[in-house]
C-alpha cells in the first residue's frame, strides 16, 4: 500500500523557516518525481515544485522561487521542502504527491494527508 | 498556463448528470488531469490523459477534450460524489490548477 507520511508543519513567524518531510512507503520511490502542493485555508490548490526521480531536476512556481527548496533522499525514502522567508501568505496545507505514471507526465495518483503550516506572529 | 474551470458551483440532485468545464489558456494537448476532493481529505485522482479513468474509480466519471476545451462528466451522481473538482494541466512547467467547481447537492 502505497503511504505518504508529511510532517514538519507548524507555526511560524514571519521570516521564520520550516522544514517539510515527507516519508513515502509501499512504493520504489527511487523511480518516481514527486512534488508538493499546497491549499490555503478556504481556497484551490497550488502547484509549489516537483523533483525528478534522481534528484537532478527541480522545479518551482514563481511564487515560491528562491525562497523554497525541494530536495530527495532516495536512501531514506524521503522527500523535502525547505521553506524559508515565511510569510502570512504561506499559511496553508502542504501535501507531498506522487507522479502517477513514472516519466510520463507529472500527474498525482496518490498524495499524502498533508501538514499544516501557519505563519503568524 | 491558465486553468479556468466552470461553474464555480454546481447544484445537482442525485441521480442527474454532472458535467463540468475547464478550460486552458493555450493548449495543453491531453495532459490533463481531474481530482476530488471532500472537506478534509487530500485530492483523489479521477481523469488522466484528459479522459483515462485512474484505479479504482467508477464508470460513472468520464473526461473528455484535448487542446484548451475539457469537460468531467459524471453521469449519475451518488451521494459520495458531492465534492470540490479540480483540474489540472501537466504538460509543462510551471503546473497549475483550476479554480475547482463545487458540486452540492440541490
Known amino acids: 500500500e502505497v503511504q505518504l507520511l508529511e510532517s514538519g508543519g507548524g507555526l511560524e513567524q514571519p521570516g521564520g523557516s520550516l522544514r517539510l518531510s515527507c516519508a513515502a512507503s509501499?512504493?520504489?520511490?527511487?523511480?518516481?518525481?514527486m512534488s508538493w502542493v499546497r491549499q490555503a485555508p478556504g481556497k484551490g490548490l497550488e502547484w509549489l515544485s516537483s523533483?525528478?526521480?534522481?534528484?537532478?531536476?527541480?522545479y518551482y512556481a514563481d511564487s515560491v522561487k528562491g525562497r523554497f527548496t525541494i530536495s530527495r533522499d532516495n536512501s531514506k525514502n524521503t522527500l523535502y521542502l525547505q521553506v524559508n522567508g515565511l510569510r502570512a501568505e504561506d499559511t496553508a496545507v502542504y501535501y507531498c504527491?506522487?507522479?502517477?505514471?513514472?516519466?510520463?507526465?507529472?500527474?498525482?495518483?496518490?498524495w499524502g494527508q498533508g501538514t499544516l503550516v501557519t505563519v503568524s506572529s | 498556463i491558465v486553468m479556468t474551470q466552470s461553474p464555480a458551483t454546481l447544484s445537482v440532485s442525485p441521480g442527474e448528470r454532472a458535467t463540468l468545464s475547464c478550460r486552458a489558456s493555450?493548449?495543453?494537448?491531453?495532459?490533463l488531469a481531474w481530482y476530488q476532493q471532500k472537506p478534509g481529505q487530500a485530492p483523489r485522482l479521477l481523469i488522466y490523459?484528459?479522459?483515462s479513468r485512474a484505479t479504482g474509480i467508477p464508470a460513472r466519471f468520464s473526461g473528455s477534450g484535448s487542446g484548451t476545451e475539457f469537460t468531467l462528466t459524471i453521469s449519475s451522481l451518488q451521494s459520495e460524489d458531492f465534492a470540490v473538482y479540480y483540474c489540472?494541466?501537466?504538460?509543462?512547467?510551471?503546473?497549475?490548477f483550476g479554480g475547482g467547481t463545487k458540486v452540492e447537492i440541490k
Open positions: 504527491a506522487k507522479e502517477h505514471i513514472a516519466r510520463a507526465g507529472m500527474d498525482f495518483d496518490y
Open positions: 509501499g512504493f520504489t520511490f527511487s523511480t518516481y518525481a
Open positions: 523533483i525528478n526521480y534522481s534528484g537532478t531536476g527541480t
Open positions: 493555450q493548449s495543453v494537448s491531453s495532459s
Open positions: 490523459g484528459a479522459s
Open positions: 489540472q494541466h501537466y504538460i509543462n512547467w510551471p503546473l497549475t
